[in-house]
């Protein structure tokens, strides 16, 4: 099977992240061999992410912000307390959101005449 250009952007990162077997792999090395406008679009990610990944745009924190947070904690920690509370509030969010999915699946099944 040839891949198409279509084909070949949408698994593209999945290429570069080795996320693919073996037999679409080929099929995507081929597709990159023969197809000039893919090739160079796939050059521009590697380039791309190359300077992503490059130590210039990471950055380390000062030494005395890195010891005040660690003092913070240290002191957070010895005292037993914890600025964050146990919060519920998920439920507020998750029970209407399974009651709308109930009701959007009913609403279908009935649409389809299975009900």
Known sequence: ???NCKESQA???A???DELDLVRSL???RHLAECPGCAR?????RVLRVGLSSNALRHSAPADLKAAVRTAIAAQTASGKSSRKPSNKWLL???PAMAAAVVSEYL????????
């Open 93 to 95: 969010y998750r029970i």
């Open 11 to 13: 698994l593209m990162d």
């Open 15 to 17: 290429y570069f992240d």
């Open 1 to 3: 099977m040839n891949m």
């Open 108 to 115: 279908e099944l009935k649409a389809r005449g299975a009900l």
């Open 27 to 29: 099929e995507m090395e």
């Open 41 to 45: 679009l796939h050059d521009q990610r």
